[in-house]
């Protein structure tokens, strides 16, 4: 079965970074595009960062500069490097895998909680 194991969030000081981590077992990883999205309370999730298989990334607008996505097929795994966070990065952070043909990401991991204090 496929899982996928966010890991790496916590409290960070405005200004901060964090490393997010996510391992994926159960499926053939490296033919994925891996996203990862955040929740914050009361709002609705959103895509974040994107990299295909082939390594093209694509970011949303409040987090491009300042976040890096990046996948090490040999082992699994896919980052989001998180740097100059603010206050509004606050968010429950949940990656996701779709085939490259398809539009919706089919396997969730349970989310990590990024907080960010001003």
């Known amino acids: 079965q496929v899982q996928l194991v966010e890991s790496g969030g916590g409290l960070v000081q405005a200004g901060g970074s964090l490393r997010l981590s996510c391992a994926a077992s159960g499926l053939t990883f490296s033919t994925y595009v891996m996203g990862w999205f955040r929740q914050a309370p009361g709002k609705q999730r959103r895509l974040v960062a994107t990299?295909?298989?082939?390594?093209?990334?694509n970011y949303a607008d409040p987090v491009t500069g300042r976040f890096t996505i990046s996948r090490d097929n040999a082992k699994n795994t896919v980052y989001l490097q998180m740097n100059s966070l603010k206050p509004e990065d606050t968010a429950v952070y949940y990656c996701?895998?779709?085939?490259?043909?398809?539009?919706?990401?089919?396997?969730w991991g349970q989310g990590t909680q990024v907080t960010v204090s001003s």
């Open positions: 990299i295909t298989r082939a390594g093209t990334t």
């Open positions: 996701a895998a779709r085939r490259y043909s398809d539009t919706t990401y089919v396997y």
